[in-house]
C-alpha cells in the first residue's frame, strides 16, 4: 500500500490564483481530513469527511472548499490564495471510529507571494 | 476552541536516559488523549492513545500516563535513542469526528 500520497510537494502561488492539493488513500479509509501546519504552531483541522458525499468545516476553513466524490481522494480546493495561505498542509485518513488513530500523507508546502 | 497545550516547547536529553514529555489540557469531554511524532520534513505518526476512562497504557518503550484531576497527559520514552529526536504533538478527540492537537515540544537526543 502507498497509504495517504499528496501531490505535489512544492507550490508558489501569487496572490489572488487558486489551486487544488490532492490527496488520496488507498487503505480503503472511510475518514479523511485537512490540516495546515505554520511554524511553532500544531495542526489545525482545515475540513474533514466521515465518508464520500459527507464533509464538514474543521477549526479553519475559511477560504478552503473540499468535497469527497469517492472514498480514494479529498481534494482541498484554494479559492483565492492569500499569503497568510503560506503553510504546510498535510492530509489524513482513519478507519471509521479510528479517528485518534490517523495516517498522515508527507505534506504539501505551499508559498503564497 | 479549547485546545490542548505543551508545557516545554524543547527537551534535551542523553541517548539510554528516560524521556518524560508533558501535555495540559483544558476540556473534561474529551475521549481519547493520543501522542503523535514528527520527523523532520514528515506527516505526523500515531506513537499511542489512551481512553479518557483509563490512566496508563504501555507501548513498546513508551507509556503514557492520564491525570484528569489535573488534566495532564504525559508521554514516557524509556532508553530514548537517536531515532527518537522528533517533534512530538499531544491532541485530544472531542466528538469522535475531529483531532485538536497541542503546540508540541521538540524532543533531542544527544549520544
Redesign the interface.
Known sequence: NAGVTQTPKFQVLKTGQSMTLQCAQDMNHEYMSWYRQDPGMGLRLIHYSVGAGITDQGEVPNGYNVSRSTTEDFPLRLLSAAPSQTSVYFCASSRPGRVDEQYFGPGTRLTVT | ?E??GLHL?TLSVQEGDNSIINCAYSNSASD?F?WYKQES??????II?IRSNMDKRQGQRVTVLLNKTVKHLSLQIAATQPGDSAVY?C?E?IT?????????TTLSVSS
Do not use: E, H, R
Request: charged share 10%; glycine share 24%; proline share 8%.
Open positions: 476552541g485546545s490542548v516547547p481519547y493520543i520534513g514528515k506527516g505526523p505518526q500515531f492513545d504533538f491532541a478527540s469522535g469526528t475531529a483531532l485538536i492537537f497541542g503546540k508540541g
